[in-house]
């Protein structure tokens, strides 16, 4: 019955929902109470207060419609429902498209199990594409996918907040790592890592070092500083990580320092070469961590 309504609606630019369900006892039949999407009044949030702002929850599309409908299951089986029509009428227009409506652009439960196989692998945009070639008549926008991919994270975390998972990580999987903690209010505010295998890689190949930040290009738009090492067959490996909150010489200093402490404990030759871009900051930062050694810049 309700797949039936619900496609019903769709080709005629209405969007169907459960208004309530009563599960009736003591014999007597459940009761399925359909509306439109648009029935009812806007309420507030539970958490607003008199006085507050609702500059950000001006937006609604409850517009008290009336139309209702009643589905009753048919005795004795109560296998096949039967539909009455209470009210048939709308007090609104029918939307010509129904993309971006809450109830039809929702996730399947397979979609949902599609877009989190491929989040790690894949953009949201190109995994929203797929779901779209899949399925022609998919209402789904880009939020919904970012929204799924938001919760499967939120429910790995178990609770913890992005930097308490990470940091639980780091100690599960026995990274080097360090932070900075701001005294005020005692959150981190700057944290770097360091692979032990790749440290190891470093005690083997330590000639050269490449160190470069990249700006505003991640989810936290924060730098995020990187140390690279080559090997003798001229491959790459990543040395060090760092999220920095910003790029003065402080903190670069302070994560370079880090750095130069692990290779101390582990008793490593320096490296020979320190390449970067013109970055003045990380210049000096260099100089005041590494001063012996030569520094190469690159265009």
């Not at 359909?34 to 806007?42: D, F, H, N």
């Not at 360090?178 to 000639?207: G, Q, R, S, Y």
Request: proline share 5%.
């Amino acid at each position: 019955m309700l797949d039936w309504v619900r496609s019903v609606g769709r080709q005629n630019g209405i969007v169907v929902v459960i208004k309530r369900f009563a599960n009736l006892k003591g014999g007597r039949l459940p009761k399925c109470i359909l509306g439109c999407e648009r029935g009812g009044k806007y309420e507030p949030p539970w958490y607003f207060s008199e006085g507050q702002s609702l500059q950000r929850n001006t937006g609604t599309r409850k517009c008290d419609c009336p139309f209702e409908l009643q589905g009753v299951p048919i005795p004795p089986d109560c296998i096949m429902w039967s539909l009455l029509v209470k009210c048939g009428f709308h007090n609104h227009e029918t939307a010509k498209y129904l993309d971006g409506h809450e109830y039809p652009s929702r996730l399947k439960l397979v979609e949902k199990q599609f877009v989190i196989e491929m989040a790690g692998s894949t953009k949201p945009r190109e995994i929203l594409n797929v779901l779209k070639e899949r399925d022609s008549t998919n209402t789904t926008r880009i939020q919904s996918v970012y929204n799924a991919i938001y919760k499967h994270n939120e429910v790995k975390r178990g609770g913890l907040n992005p930097i308490q998972h990470v940091l639980d990580k780091l100690i599960s999987n026995e990274y080097l790592h360090a932070f900075m903690t701001n005294p005020a209010t005692n959150e981190i505010t700057d944290i770097l890592w360091v692979h032990p295998k790749n440290l190891e890689l470093f005690i083997n190949f330590p000639t050269v070092l490449i160190i470069d930040a990249t700006y505003k290009t991640n989810e936290y738009r924060i730098p995020l500083l990187e140390v690279v090492g080559i090997t003798s067959t001229l491959q790459t490996y990543s040395l060090m990580f760092a999220y920095l909150a910003n790029e003065k010489f402080d903190r670069l200093t302070w994560a370079l320092g880090t750095l130069k402490k692990l290779m101390i404990e582990k008793g490593v030759v320096m490296p020979s070469v320190l390449v970067t871009d013109r970055d003045l900051v990380l210049m000096k930062a260099i100089e005041t961590c590494f001063p012996t050694e030569q520094h190469i810049l690159y265009i």
